[in-house]
T-cell receptor, first 111, second 112 residues
Framework: RKEVEQDPGPFNVPEGATVAFNCTYS??????FFWYRQDCRKEPKLLMS???SGNEDGRFTAQLNRASQYISLLIRDSKLSDSATYLC????????????FGRGTSLIVHP | DTAVSQTPKYLVTQMGNDKSIKCEQN?????MYWYKQDSKKFLKIMFS???????INETVPNRFSPKSPDKAHLNLHINSLELGDSAVYFC???????????FGPGTRLLVL
């Protein structure tokens, strides 16, 4: 089983749609969880940190389920500018602080 | 001011050459990283330094050697470049080992 797994997509959705991404991780002792966004030919940029209590930032909601070892990202009212690759990142656990990136989920929002 | 900067942005070179990529962060962070993103866009950690000490050294050929002269700088030297080294190399920094990482713009390396 890969350490961090994401559905690569692409997810092709119309403007205004709601779309959800999941990411599973294998290390139950993992400590930190993030969603990053990467635009074509650009560096990854933090979208949200993910906490056990869940967190929301405008149209974006992130959830962590430690029991099932997955994190999720929900995007409501999709905009054309949301088109990008969304990367799940899991760090640490058991004395290891190695950050592991998922392969990313591609989102295409069309008019 | 750019938080994490890398030089050069583009690097085209011949097989067998030796090259260096430089990274600087002005965020006052303790931890810095080097990542390789291959043609399939998979971002894989190579090295990490915390307060100038090497803490992560993933399975990377020993032709790759990182060097951290101080907390704000992490350089990557590559000896005897091979075709398979062609990729985008990203530098990143974070306040600590479990905090958010901030990435540089990347160095696009092409080995001919």
């Amino acid at each position: 089983r890969k350490e961090v797994e994401q559905d690569p997509g692409p997810f092709n959705v119309p403007e205004g749609a709601t779309v959800a991404f999941n990411c599973t991780y294998s290390n139950s002792a993992s400590q930190s969880f993030f969603w990053y966004r990467q635009d074509c030919r650009k560096e990854p940029k933090l979208l949200m940190s993910v906490y056990s209590s869940g967190n929301e930032d405008g149209r974006f909601t992130a959830q962590l389920n430690r029991a099932s070892q997955y994190i999720s990202l929900l995007i409501r009212d999709s905009k054309l500018s949301d088109s990008a690759t969304y990367l799940c990142v899991v760090t640490g656990g058991g004395g290891s602080y190695i950050p592991t990136f998922g392969r990313g989920t591609s989102l295409i929002v069309h008019p | 001011d750019t938080a994490v900067s890398q030089t050069p942005k583009y690097l085209v070179t011949q097989m067998g050459n030796d090259k260096s990529i430089k990274c600087e962060q002005n965020l006052g962070h303790d931890t810095m990283y080097w990542y390789k993103q291959d043609s399939k866009k998979f971002l894989k950690i190579m090295f990490s330094y915390n307060n100038k000490e090497l803490i992560i050294n993933e399975t990377v050929p020993n032709r790759f050697s990182p060097k951290s002269p101080d907390k704000a700088h992490l350089n990557l030297h590559i000896n005897s470049l091979e075709l398979g080294d062609s990729a985008v190399y990203f530098c990143a920094s974070s306040l600590s080992r479990v905090e958010t990482q901030y990435f540089g713009p990347g160095t696009r390396l092409l080995v001919l």
